[in-house]
Nanobody, 123 residues
Framework: QVQLVESGGGLVQAGSSLRLSCTAS????????MSWFRQVSGKEREFVAG????????YYTDSVKGRFTISRDNAKNTVTLQMNGLKPEDTAVYYC????????????????WGQGTQVTVSS
């Protein structure tokens, strides 16, 4: 059994930074690719950033490239999303997830999800 817990969300103004953390309890995440998704009420949950098991390969959706950085610390069983230059369009609930399939962006290729943390960016 794996439990993922996100933290670090909040209310900030445009241009500010936030760092989101996802910490796993129970089974280690060291052998699994991990990603961050986000969801706005009434919209589909969308892929934001992903990282492979070792941290050597990362992938980002176009809208966050150059602003967001995903990283992991397998010794601490933690995945982090550093968000810089936040925009109002980044407002969403952010979720971390453990990948079970081969696709970065498809929700169906993830089998473990955290509870989400709210990020709100004011203009």
């Amino acid at each position: 059994q794996v439990q993922l817990v996100e933290s670090g969300g909040g209310l900030v103004q445009a241009g500010s930074s936030l760092r989101l953390s996802c910490t796993a309890s129970g089974r280690t995440l060291s052998l699994f690719a991990m990603s961050w998704f986000r969801q706005v009420s009434g919209k589909e949950r969308e892929f934001v950033a992903g990282i492979n098991w070792s941290g050597g390969i990362t992938y980002y959706t176009d809208s966050v490239k150059g602003r967001f950085t995903i990283s992991r610390d397998n010794a601490k069983n933690t995945v982090t999303l550093q968000m810089n230059g936040l925009k109002p369009e980044d407002t969403a609930v952010y979720y971390c997830a453990r990948r079970s399939g081969s696709s970065w962006s498809s929700q169906t290729d993830y089998n473990w999800w955290g509870q989400g943390t709210q990020v709100t960016v004011s203009s």
